[in-house]
């Protein structure tokens, strides 16, 4: 079946320090992985995808790399700033339906 | 263009009552889904329109619940009589028809609590 794991939360960190919030999935077919972004009091977005094996996806300086080897999508950002504090979650799709982890908080201090 | 709107944001509803969530679409997007967050707990899947007909409602946990889409535009999620366990928060997300495994657009969620 489909799944995935990723790391439990909470995570709290400084700012300017790095971040790595890893995930691995299984899937039956071809995924799409994916890492959705829940800030406080807003809903879900999308922060970045990759479709394909050796894929980078990124975007507010933040990078996933598709690792079909390790079945794996951590998630990376090298400097964190206090408003990257929010939900963090990983997901696959194979087709029409969203596999999601369990989300990792993420708190950055000043 | 406007995102997915849900409502209302948050319900509070006693053991045994009615509540119905709405979920508005993005305009064109003919793929709504339902999904629901347990707390601290994974989000999963609850089940997919392809416009007014149900794809797959596979992730629906029992008859307690029932989802609409009458017309292929917005969607209601009814949950009656409501249970303890049915608290979490409940989104929606859309996409087109075409997007298949490649990206959804969620909705800010409804946080249903039974107490």
């Known amino acids: 079946g489909n799944s995935v794991t990723q790391m439990e939360g909470p995570v709290t960190l400084s700012e300017e320090a790095f971040l790595t919030i890893n995930c691995t999935y299984t899937?039956?077919?071809?995924?799409?992985l994916f890492w959705y972004v829940q800030y406080p009091g807003e809903g879900l977005q999308l922060l970045l995808k990759?479709?394909?094996?050796?894929d980078k996806g990124s975007n507010k300086g933040f990078e996933a790399t598709y690792r079909k080897e390790t079945t794996s999508f951590h998630l990376e950002k090298g400097s964190v700033q206090v408003s990257d504090s929010a939900v963090y979650f990983c997901?696959?799709?194979?087709?029409?339906?969203?596999?999601f982890g369990t989300g990792t908080s993420l708190t950055v201090i000043p | 263009e406007a995102g997915v709107t849900q409502f209302p944001s948050h319900s509070v509803i006693e053991k045994g009552q009615t509540v119905t969530l709405r979920c508005d679409p993005i305009?064109?997007?003919?793929?709504l889904y339902w999904y629901r967050r347990v707390m601290g707990k994974e989000i999963k899947f609850l089940l997919h329109?392809?416009?007014?007909?149900?794809?797959?409602e596979s992730g629906m946990p029992n008859n307690r619940f029932l989802a609409e889409r009458t017309g292929g535009t917005y969607s209601t999620l009814k949950v009656q009589p409501a249970e303890l366990e049915d608290s979490g928060v409940y989104f929606c997300?859309?996409?087109?028809?075409?997007?298949?495994?490649?990206?959804?657009?969620f909705g800010p969620g409804t946080r249903l609590t039974v107490t």
């Open positions: 990759a479709t394909k094996a050796d």
């Open positions: 997901a696959l799709s194979t087709g029409n339906q969203f596999y």
């Open positions: 329109f392809v416009k007014e007909s149900k794809q797959d």
């Open positions: 899937a039956t077919g071809y995924p799409s």
């Open positions: 305009s064109g997007h003919d793929n």
């Open positions: 997300a859309s996409s087109r028809l075409t997007s298949g495994k490649y990206e959804q657009y």
